[in-house]
T-cell receptor, first 112, second 113 residues
Framework: DTAVSQTPKYLVTQMGNDKSIKCEQNLGHDTMYWYKQDSKKFLKIMFS???????INETVPNRFSPKSPDKAHLNLHINSLELGDSAVYFC???????????FGEGSWLTVV | AQSVTQLGSHVSVSEGALVLLRCNYSSSVPPYLFWYVQYPNQGLQLLLKYTSAATLVKGINGFEAEFKKSETSFHLTKPSAHMSDAAEYFC???????????FGTGTKLQVIP
């Protein structure tokens, strides 16, 4: 019974392509996130949505566009992929008033 | 601004030895502090969290951490390392409780048989 699930787990694509990563959580949480983990394992928040509203938008290129159709889903679309976009992207969720973030298994993106 | 510093990107211990992973934090308000573990090719799993209740926090898999305000530290310990503890460990801090969690750079724990 996966709490935060994201697809695909592995994605290899060429530079210049557009790709999406999907995320769904079945925890009933109202807040969702996208984190990026680089090759040195450094984790950095990219976006956060609360009840479908964008509340955190760190310095991320415009090529990255999150979309939250409802509070259980937060998808990440990336245009014109670059080599530097290669990383592991983690979706996560939490509930307002709580202080625990639950992570998905990650999506390994490799741009060649 | 909140931040955490993890001392030592790699820590090696013998099986059965004490595990000590260091974390120091910086926060302008009383912080929430977390330790997460990441096994190879997996997501992050919460080990334990400090939320201004007891300063000694017990987590899963025999880990615990002690909040020391005077030292701005939240070190993670386990009395006896097991091979299955080999993983990457992340300390994290949040001032708001959940909305923006800042992670440390991680410490890779190696357990030697």
């Amino acid at each position: 019974d996966t709490a935060v699930s994201q697809t695909p787990k592995y994605l290899v694509t060429q530079m210049g392509n557009d790709k999406s990563i999907k995320c769904e959580q079945n925890l009933g949480h109202d807040t969702m996130y996208w984190y990026k983990q680089d090759s040195k394992k450094f984790l950095k928040i990219m976006f956060s949505y609360n009840n479908k509203e964008l509340i955190i938008n760190e310095t991320v290129p415009n090529r990255f566009s999150p979309k939250s159709p409802d509070k259980a889903h937060l998808n990440l679309h990336i245009n014109s992929l670059e080599l530097g976009d290669s990383a592991v992207y983690f979706c996560a969720s939490s509930q307002s008033g709580e202080n625990t973030i639950y992570f998905g298994e990650g999506s390994w993106l490799t741009v060649v | 601004a909140q931040s955490v510093t993890q001392l030592g990107s790699h820590v090696s211990v013998s099986e059965g030895a004490l595990v000590l992973l260091r974390c120091n934090y910086s926060s302008s308000v009383p912080p929430y502090l977390f330790w997460y573990v990441q096994y190879p090719n997996q997501g992050l799993q919460l080990l334990l969290k400090y939320t201004s209740a007891a300063t000694l926090v017990k987590g899963i898999n025999g880990f615990e951490a002690e909040f020391k305000k005077s030292e701005t530290s939240f070190h993670l310990t386990k009395p006896s390392a097991h091979m299955s503890d080999a993983a990457e460990y992340f300390c994290a801090v949040s001032e708001s409780g959940y909305q923006k969690v800042t992670f440390g750079t991680g410490t890779k724990l190696q357990v030697i048989p």
